[in-house]
């Protein structure tokens, strides 16, 4: 039988919970929104439901993976990668925001904006997934 000492310890570190509900969060969205999801998807990607739920499922396994202290050194890579996989759908919005059906009245600039964000997420995931000191 397993004891209190062999359970998995959760992260105290407050990046490492905040890195974990973002990313929870925001795979949650793309099975309560998917549409959205959809929509700003590139022509070129295909299969754009399978892809807003396989992205949706990402986002939610490294969330959850930020919580446990030993799986710190796989969610680093998995966010990170992650990032960098949706990163041309964010573009795409960013350079064709008229093809995008449903997108909100955002503004061309906002849209480009958010485009920086990508690094300040990936700096996030670094900085909660760190070894400790």
Known sequence: MASVADMPTLTTRPSAR?????????????????????????????AHKEMVVISGIAEIVGGVSALFPRLHPFTRWWLIALLIAVFPANLHMAVNPDDIKGLPDIPQWALWLRLPF??????????????AD
Not at 19 to 44: C, D, K, Q, S, W
């Open 18 to 46: 905040v890195l974990a509900g973002v990313f929870t969060f925001a795979g949650a969205m793309h099975f309560v929104r998917p549409g959205a999801y959809e929509a700003i998807m590139p022509p070129y990607v295909p």
């Open 118 to 131: 990508q690094l300040a997420f990936a700096a996030l995931v670094i900085r909660a997934t760190r070894p």
